[in-house]
């Protein structure tokens, strides 16, 4: 689960407090702990934190919404400052704007309370800290929600924000981010973004050709299709195609399999639904 990380540096954090660690021990304790946590050993007392999170997981396995939304109200009740099962719970309880009212409400008072702790010293890092990884998936999530709600420029504002608290982008904020910046036609951006991670996979493929189709070069959007169809030989097809029906929805993604694809055509569909005369130019040369 996601937050495997979170509990298991919540415990070494209380079993280093007692612990004389220092420079030349630091790898002796580290050793210690991780023995005495694979055999069962460790014996440190849950704290609320770790309690929370293990009620709100239950939420996510949970048969039915009433149900669900209840294990997160108990997670909320067992620790206060644990963001996500707010996060969970407004998107159940609110319509429209108020969603990202509350939202805002949610993640401004995180924000403050990181702050006031100092995390904020520690820009750059965001996801190696386990304490500030529920504000970082977050932002992603007011990010995916301003971009459903058609506010772009405020997504894009968001995502630009999340790689430069956390530059290592464990959660994929730029993929959606190089499709913002094509769908603004922003080429200079798009470059450094994608000169910045040097990837060569269909997320950043896919919104290139939009790019590029955008801005006039058909002969250049046609030479992106060939590098695509070389990554997934799946995605011309189910670009073009009105009915993804036999496609299996699922809650991960594998590189060269249709499940990438459909993961692209549902992050970048507002850059897909911008530029219809592709999909015509993509029809007439899918057999070159």
Do not use: C
């Amino acid at each position: 689960m996601k937050n495997d990380f979170e509990k298991i540096y919540s415990k070494l954090d209380k079993f280093m407090e007692d612990k004389n660690v220092t420079e030349n021990n630091m790898h002796g304790v580290l050793d210690e702990f991780i023995k005495r946590y694979n055999n069962g050993t460790l014996n440190i007392e849950e704290t609320p934190f770790d309690k929370a999170m293990e009620k709100f997981s239950e939420a996510y396995e949970a048969k039915t919404e009433k149900m669900a939304i209840k294990l997160a109200k108990e997670a909320i009740k067992i620790d206060p400052d644990y963001i996500e099962p707010y996060l969970f719970i407004i998107p159940y309880e609110y319509e429209g704007e108020e969603v990202l009212t509350e939202m805002n409400k949610v993640l401004d008072r995180e924000e403050k309370r990181l702050r006031k702790q100092g995390y904020f010293e520690d820009e750059g890092h965001f996801y190696g800290i386990w304490e500030t990884r529920p504000y970082i998936r977050g932002l992603q999530q007011r990010a995916l929600v301003l971009l459903q709600y058609g506010k772009i420029n405020l997504a894009k504002k968001q995502l630009e924000e999340i790689i430069k608290l956390n530059e290592h982008d464990n959660l994929g904020a730029r993929y959606v981010l190089s499709a913002i910046y094509a769908y603004f036609e922003d080429e200079k951006s798009f470059n450094k973004l994608y000169k910045k991670y040097g990837e060569k996979n269909l997320f950043f493929l896919v919104p290139k050709m939009f790019l590029y189709y955008k801005l006039g070069d058909n002969k250049k959007t046609l030479e992106i299709l060939k590098e695509i169809k070389k990554a997934n030989p799946y995605f011309i097809d189910m670009l073009l195609s009105d009915d993804l029906d036999d496609v299996d929805q699922i809650n991960y993604y594998q590189m060269g399999e249709k499940s990438e694809v459909l993961e692209i055509l549902i992050t970048q569909e507002f850059l897909i639904n911008s530029a219809n005369g592709l999909l015509k130019l993509i029809d007439d040369n899918s057999k070159m």
